[in-house]
């Protein structure tokens, strides 16, 4: 297909021999319904998560709809870089990768900083992320080298970019005024950020690899209830989640941007979400990024941001 209008979902190709790791895949959110979609279509799924028993509860799930899906465990941890390296290390073993979806995430976290010395919403969000792929690279490349069709990176970012007052072009071990919400709006534009400058370098270097991005639109997660207040139900911690899921898309709506993204013909580069108005909910199809996504001295800039802060210098 050529991208250029909505995207007809279903089936997706056949992706028998390919190996897709999928971050943030906790049952009903959208990392899982994008895990489950890419099992059926026949794909070896890494399943990569913080906890044994969710990513358990994943695995359990996923094979009651696909009996005998092809699955794997992870644990990663992306608000640290110690769990990234160890599990990149793990995911060596696995063999040649194929795709790898970006997908986990954090949404208006009250103010903390990680280990590494980091606001947490940008490590989880972009600086895990970005350390993982680079150490992922060379599976990626080898994935590719195997099939003679390139490889892909997807990862997920959120309408929330468009509402950045900046990008985060500082230095992130240095503490600023905290606004969880602008905070998460510039982790979600650093995703745009990083994914059109992985794109230039990619193609610049010649690797057989495509970066590409997607946002859900507004689907029913847990995601802001989880940030909020640390759990997804429990009194206001309920009633924000059902709030939302009243009048949201299901989270299985939401995953289909990054499955066009993760599966589609289309070129390194593309954004996808849904077509319906606002890009709120719909079918899913390319859409544009906002103005300071498309920057190209902020995508060079974090991206020498990112590598000193993560000390990996890729690709």
């Known amino acids: 297909m050529s991208g250029a209008g909505p995207w007809t979902r ?3 190709p056949d992706l028998a021999g390919r190996t897709a790791l999928v971050t943030g895949p906790s049952v009903g959110g959208i990392g899982f319904h994008t895990a489950l979609e890419l099992a059926r279509a026949g794909a070896r ?4 998560g913080r906890t044994t028993a969710k990513l358990d509860d994943a695995a359990h799930v996923i094979r009651h709809e696909v009996p005998g899906a092809q699955l794997e465990r992870l644990e990663l941890d992306l608000a640290s870089l110690e769990s990234v390296r160890h599990a990149a290390e793990h995911a060596g073993t696995l063999g040649p990768l194929h795709l790898l979806v970006n997908n986990a995430g954090v949404m208006g976290t009250p103010l903390r900083r990680t280990r590494d010395g980091f606001e947490l919403q940008l490590a989880t969000n972009h600086l895990g992320p970005f350390l993982l792929t680079g150490l992922l690279l060379p599976r990626l490349v080898a994935g590719a080298e195997a099939t003679g069709i390139d490889s892909r990176v997807v990862t997920v970012s959120s309408l929330f970019h468009r509402t950045a ?3 985060p072009l500082g230095d992130p071990r240095v503490p600023g005024r905290y606004q ?9 534009l650093a995703n745009l950020l990083f994914t059109f400058e992985l794109e230039r370098r990619l193609r ?3 690797a057989p690899v495509r970066a590409t991005a997607a946002h859900p639109g507004f689907a029913g997660t847990h995601l802001a209830a989880n940030g909020q207040y640390g759990r997804a139900s429990g009194g206001v911690a309920s009633v924000l989640d059902g709030a939302i899921r009243a009048v949201s898309q299901s989270p299985a709506a939401g ?3 990054t499955l066009m993204a ?3 013909d289309l070129p390194g580069g593309t954004f996808c979400g849904p077509g319906g108005l606002g890009e709120l909910s719909g079918v899913a199809q390319v859409v544009t990024a906002g103005s300071r996504a498309q920057d190209p001295v902020a995508q060079r800039a974090l991206w020498e941001v990112s590598e ?3 000390g990996l210098r890729w690709p």
């Open 165 to 167: 007052r900046s990008a």
């Open 204 to 206: 610049e270097s010649g």
């Open 262 to 264: 993760a599966t589609a």
């Open 45 to 48: 799924v890494v399943l990569a």
């Open 308 to 310: 000193r802060a993560v």
């Open 180 to 188: 969880k919400w602008n905070a998460y709006a510039q982790s979600k």
């Open 10 to 12: 279903s089936p997706l």
């Open 255 to 257: 995953a289909w941007p």
